[in-house]
């Protein structure tokens, strides 16, 4: 909020016109340094908070109206040397500069070609430069990789992807070893599955199903270990042992720096339009009261369960994974297995995932950092130490799933590789569609089997990825071909992954029990017999595999 310069009525005012050059001077270098350009209003408490937290990373907002950009703009204006202030859009990026524009009464110092504005050295600072940018596509974060920055402002966070939130957080730190850096997060309730990761991030402030949730302003301190954010008691640095214990002293010296894990810490705080003293006077809160449902909810009261619809041509909705979720509980005593799927980890930050089938309740499921599978033989041995009861095991063998697939065919298993590239061979529920590829039929016989209407009894074991990766592909219709998103079409848009899913779509296939035994053929070693041969079913190599999807 703008600071006046003056209260109305102190009687120096009178006196200007008689000060000399040099006196006016004076007088205007002392308002100057004693007032900051910015300051939060006193009504304002969550601002205040905001302002004042020494989070490494800041949510607020939540709602409309609570003063989130001032806050970005405020920061940057008085407590910060290099800011980069990011919106979605380019074109959305007017607004804020207008409000820089009214906070400092002029535009000197800026560059709208470069969006950079440079303002002049005062007592305090060195300099200050405040630079504008977007991330439209999903790379876009590149563009600022290597250029740090002691103040980053994402301005309606939901809106960004949650890979380029974190890639560029990275970047948050200063040569100056006495400046504070943080990034602020401001955001509105999503209104898209895309922004929903928003909700995990500050979990512990916003998720209602969080297991220890935080109060407004509380900070709570996370790390990245194995590709995996989990919350940690405090700041201090630790190295990850391969057992899952935690170093703390160490000699940073004996260890790399990729070994280190220093934690940041994080906080949220709400804030909504009663709380800002400055538009409550303007008419701002009876526009929003005139919004339609959900966006009302949303805008006034910072309801994050209200208005996230689905994509038009998302595969699978929302509500039918959170039904199959909320079904799930662990049995007393588990049904046989009826099937396993795993997906292979492609490398990065990857994950091999491994799921269990036991009639339609899927158990929970089990996940393998990349490094902890770096050959096919580590995968066969993680797959067959999972099976039983002579579950059929399904593999996709395009890429690095060959090999463990060819293992498993060496160790005797009933393995079936699965190329989700080959041609579909069923159709959907009603009869009337077919499908581009298997990948295509796999997906939607999981979206078939989700559905309410069919009363599956479906169970899905609680897991928010699981939930995230389920809900991500989008589909359409070419005639009368239902085309699923391919996994590497997801990833340019999201850059994520869908491992998990893949994994359970991959169990959810019907293949038929087929009893093993070893016979002997002549002098020669024992060959496996399978019952298939008898009713001219084959068994081949990764290139020409069986079709369990046959048997849907």
């Known amino acids: 909020m703008t600071t006046q310069t003056c209260a109305e009525g102190d009687g120096w005012l009178d006196l200007l016109p008689y000060l000399t050059k040099s006196e006016r001077a004076y007088v205007e270098q002392v308002f100057a340094t004693s007032r900051p350009v910015w300051e939060t209003h006193p009504a304002n408490v969550p601002q205040q908070m ?22 970005l703009c405020g920061s940057a204006l008085t407590r910060h040397q290099k800011c980069l202030i990011l919106r979605r859009e380019a074109t959305q990026l007017t607004g804020i500069i207008d409000r820089f524009t009214e906070i400092l009464g002029n535009r000197d110092g800026y560059n709208g070609q470069e969006k950079i504005w440079r303002l002049k050295a005062d007592g305090k600072n060195p300099y200050r430069q405040i630079e504008f940018g977007s991330t439209p596509h999903a790379d876009d ?25 974190r890639a560029l957080l990275g970047w948050v730190r200063s040569v100056d070893t006495k400046q504070v850096c943080k990034a602020i997060l401001t955001f509105n309730p999503p209104t898209t599955v895309e922004g929903r990761w928003i909700i995990d991030f500050f979990g512990p402030w916003l998720d209602i199903k969080h297991p220890n949730p935080a109060k407004p302003g509380e900070l709570r301190c996370f790390a990245t270990i194995n590709g995996k954010e989990v919350e940690v008691p405090d700041k201090t640095p630790f190295v990850a042992l391969p057992n899952g214990d935690r170093l703390y002293d160490f000699d940073p010296r004996d260890h790399k720096p990729t070994d280190i894990i220093i934690p940041k810490s994080r ?16 008419g701002y809160m009876s526009q ?37 979720m909320a079904r799930w509980e662990e049995p007393k005593c588990k049904p046989p297995m009826d099937s396993l799927g795993c997906d292979v980890a492609r490398g990065g930050d990857d994950n091999t995932i491994i799921s269990r089938r036991h009639g339609m309740w899927y158990d929970r499921l089990l996940v393998y950092p990349g490094t902890e599978t770096p050959n096919g033989p580590a995968v066969a041995g993680l797959v067959i130490s999972a099976a039983r009861d002579n579950a059929p095991e399904h593999i996709d063998v395009i890429g690095v799933g060959s090999s463990p697939y060819d293992f498993l065919v060496q160790a005797n298993q009933p393995v079936y ?14 009869g009337r569609l077919n499908f581009k590829n298997q990948r295509s039929q796999l997906w939607w016989r999981m979206r ?41 079409e997801i990833f340019e ?58 048997h849907i």
């Open 417 to 430: 590789g699965i190329n989700v590239a080959e041609a579909a061979l069923g159709t959907d529920r009603s």
């Open 288 to 324: 929003l009261q005139a919004l339609p449902e959900p966006l009302r909810s949303q805008m006034l009261n910072g309801d994050f369960r209200a208005g996230m619809k689905d994509d038009r041509w998302q595969v699978i909705p929302t509500a039918w994974v959170d039904a199959a």
């Open 267 to 282: 906080t949220f705080i709400a804030a909504r339009v009663t709380d800002n003293p400055y538009l409550m006077g303007t």
């Open 141 to 165: 974060w590149n563009k600022y990789q290597g250029r740090p920055h002691d103040l980053l402002g994402f301005d309606e966070a939901a809106n960004f992807l949650e890979s380029q939130v």
């Open 493 to 550: 848009r999201l850059k994520r992954s869908v491992d998990r899913a893949s994994a359970v779509i991959l169990a959810s296939i019907e293949t038929p029990k087929v009893a093993m035994r070893l016979v002997p053929v002549g002098n020669q070693r024992l060959q496996a017999y399978d019952p298939l041969d008898a009713v001219g079913g084959t068994r081949e190599t990764s290139s020409g595999d069986y079709d369990p999807l046959s």
């Open 50 to 71: 905001a302002y004042a937290s020494m989070a490494d990373v800041i949510g607020y907002g939540g709602a409309a109206g609570g003063g989130k950009t001032d806050l």
């Open 448 to 488: 078939e089997l989700l559905d309410p209407e069919n009363n599956t009894g479906i169970a899905l074991p609680p897991d928010k990825d699981l939930r995230t990766e389920l809900c991500t592909p989008r589909w359409e219709l070419r005639g009368k071909i239902i085309v699923v998103e391919s996994r590497d």
